[in-house]
Each structure stands twice: as C-alpha cells, then as structure tokens.
C-alpha cells in the first residue's frame, strides 16, 4: 500500500495500458538546463512533461492524442521549449538523465503521472496540469489559460517593484493568488517571506493568511516524515511521529481526521486490522461529513470483509 495523504482508496493516476517503448518525442529535450538556457535565449516558456512513457497509460494518451500531433507541433513550439522527464520501467536512460530526472521529480514534488508544469525560463513554475480530453484542440486553449496565469503574476509582480511596505505586500500577494496556492507554498517562499514581513502587525490580514498556509505546509511536511517512516515499515517510529503532530499542532478537525486515517492505514499495512478498523472509524467520528468521510468507510467495510471469515 502506497502511503499518500491524498488517502485511503486514492485513485491511480496510470492505468496498465500495454507497454510502449518510445523514444524522447522530436522537438523535445530531455536536458533540463539546455531547456532553461534556450527558453531564456528565445523568450519562451517552459512545458516540462513528468511522465512513464512506458507503463502510464494516461501519459500515452496525452502523447499520442496530444504531443504527437501536428497540430500540436505547429504551436506549441512558439511559446514552449518542451521538456521530458521521464521515468520509465525499461527504457533506456543515461546515468546523468536518470539523476537529473530523480532530483527533479523531488524539486518539483511530481506525486503522480502525467504531471505537465508550465515554467518561466528559470524553471519556477507558474501552472501544473495533466491528461485532458479532446486532443490538440482543446489542449492547446488550456494552455493558452495557463499562459494568463504567467502574465497575471509577472504584472503584479512589476507592480510590487512600483511601491513599498503595505502596497507592496498586496501587490506579492496578487501574484501569488495567481499561481495557486499549492505552487506557492512549494515554490515561492521567499515571496511569502516578504509578505509576512512587510505586513508585519498584520493590518492587512496577510500575516494571518501566509501564517496559516505556512503552517499548513509544516504539518504537509511533517505527515510525509511519517509516512516515509511506513513505507520504510519502521512503525513505531510513524506512529511516534504523527502522535507528535498532533500535539504540537493541536490538530482538529479534517487536519486530526486525515492523520488519524493515516495512522489507520499504516496498522492496516502492518496486518493489524482490528487496530486498523478502530482508528479509522475514529477518524470517521472526528468530521462525519467531510469530503474523506466516505472513502474511509469503503476502506473500513474493505477491510471488514477481508476480516470476515
């Protein structure tokens, strides 16, 4: 059982679709700094492909629906410098491919696959999408969306460069919100470090907003040490962890509901299964109604039938 606080009956981003042995795409590149030197040289984006060209059904999907086209082709390359990372079960790679690939997949946090990020030339990422229907067609206008959201942030941006103190704050803060959240918890620290300074007695609540996504992403952090510590099956050790979470953060509520639904997991992976029906029904107590509620049940009345004699 893969551990992932996405939780319990998480659906699997590929699916076996037959095993595929292709080769780096034409107009690609699988040099992440050649890219970021070429971007930067022609005033282009990066369109950064984290793939298993070989087992991941959906990342052959978008290839051969998307990538492979001609229509596809005919535009990408004018706003893109497009990259492959690649993880694979039996092509080919380089020793150097294979630790730049690896190092990137942890930068970047790639939890599944496809996992398509849009970048500046820098490699600091602006969007992050995946499989969608309809071909080059429709693919093309999302990324097109997904440009916007580059153009929004390096506005706000420039305008944060116009002004001081609060302005400037609020400014930090516009361009953020059009990255997202999840990227910029992940990839823009230094900007909230920023904010939360020049907004320093919190008048314009962004102390209070940054502080709590900050620790958010702590907790985030946290839960994966724990996590790692399961997959490693070193359990007392997981279990240890995540208690300390919950203390030192007093969690409550969807937060205690997840950890104690992890902890529910890892006794399930263990062979504990009455231990791990008891926890995850505490888990259900904590927030009946919640969004991870029902998975939970499945998962209890899962291991309850296997339980059954």
């Given at each position: 059982m893969k551990f992932k606080t996405t939780l319990?009956?998480?659906?699997?981003?590929?699916?076996?679709?037959?095993?595929?042995?292709?080769?780096?795409?034409?107009?690609?590149?699988?040099?992440?700094?050649?890219?970021?030197?070429?971007a930067a040289a022609s005033g282009k984006d990066l369109l950064m492909d984290f793939t298993g060209s070989d087992w991941c059904g959906w990342c052959i999907k978008l290839r051969e629906e998307v990538f492979d086209t001609e229509a596809f082709n005919a535009q990408a390359f004018e706003n893109f410098?497009?990259?492959?990372?690649?993880?694979?079960?039996?092509?080919?790679?380089?020793?150097?491919?294979?630790?730049?690939?690896?190092?990137?997949?942890?930068?970047?946090?790639?939890?599944?696959?496809?996992?398509?990020?849009?970048a500046d030339a820098t490699?600091?990422?602006?969007?992050?999408?995946?499989?969608?229907?309809?071909?080059?067609?429709?693919?093309?206008?999302?990324?097109?969306?997904?440009?916007a959201v580059r153009v929004a942030?390096?506005?706000?941006?420039?305008?944060?460069?116009?002004?001081?103190?609060?302005?400037?704050?609020?400014?930090?803060?516009?361009?953020?919100?059009?990255?997202?959240i999840e990227l910029a918890v992940a990839h823009y620290g230094s900007t909230i470090d920023q904010i939360v300074a020049l907004d320093a007695d919190d008048a314009a609540g962004l102390k209070s907003k940054y502080g709590q996504i900050q620790n958010a992403g702590q907790i985030e952090a946290e839960i994966q040490e724990a996590i790692a510590l399961f997959e490693g099956e070193d359990y007392d050790a997981g279990f240890a962890r995540l208690d300390k979470v919950i203390e030192d953060h007093g969690l409550q509520g969807e937060q205690l509901q997840m950890v104690t639904a992890i902890k529910g997991q890892a006794y399930a992976q263990k062979g504990e299964i009455d231990k791990a029906i008891e926890s995850l029904q505490e888990a259900v107590a904590v927030t009946p109604d919640s969004e991870i509620a029902p998975q939970i049940k499945q998962?209890?009345?899962?291991?309850?039938?296997?339980a059954a004699p």
């Amino acid at each position: 059982m893969k551990f992932k606080t996405t939780l319990v009956a998480a659906t699997m981003a590929c699916s076996m679709l037959g095993v595929s042995a292709f080769a780096t795409p034409e107009g690609w590149t699988e040099d992440f700094e050649a890219a970021k030197a070429d971007a930067a040289a022609s005033g282009k984006d990066l369109l950064m492909d984290f793939t298993g060209s070989d087992w991941c059904g959906w990342c052959i999907k978008l290839r051969e629906e998307v990538f492979d086209t001609e229509a596809f082709n005919a535009q990408a390359f004018e706003n893109f410098v497009l990259v492959e990372l690649d993880y694979p079960n039996d092509v080919d790679q380089s020793d150097e491919i294979k630790a730049q690939n690896e190092e990137l997949k942890n930068i970047y946090s790639i939890e599944g696959y496809p996992t398509i990020l849009l970048a500046d030339a820098t490699g600091k990422p602006y969007a992050q999408t995946g499989y969608q229907p309809g071909g080059p067609e429709a693919y093309l206008p999302h990324l097109e969306e997904l440009r916007a959201v580059r153009v929004a942030r390096d506005e706000a941006f420039a305008a944060a460069e116009l002004v001081e103190g609060i302005e400037k704050a609020k400014a930090l803060d516009v361009a953020l919100d059009a990255v997202g959240i999840e990227l910029a918890v992940a990839h823009y620290g230094s900007t909230i470090d920023q904010i939360v300074a020049l907004d320093a007695d919190d008048a314009a609540g962004l102390k209070s907003k940054y502080g709590q996504i900050q620790n958010a992403g702590q907790i985030e952090a946290e839960i994966q040490e724990a996590i790692a510590l399961f997959e490693g099956e070193d359990y007392d050790a997981g279990f240890a962890r995540l208690d300390k979470v919950i203390e030192d953060h007093g969690l409550q509520g969807e937060q205690l509901q997840m950890v104690t639904a992890i902890k529910g997991q890892a006794y399930a992976q263990k062979g504990e299964i009455d231990k791990a029906i008891e926890s995850l029904q505490e888990a259900v107590a904590v927030t009946p109604d919640s969004e991870i509620a029902p998975q939970i049940k499945q998962f209890i009345e899962m291991l309850e039938s296997q339980a059954a004699p």
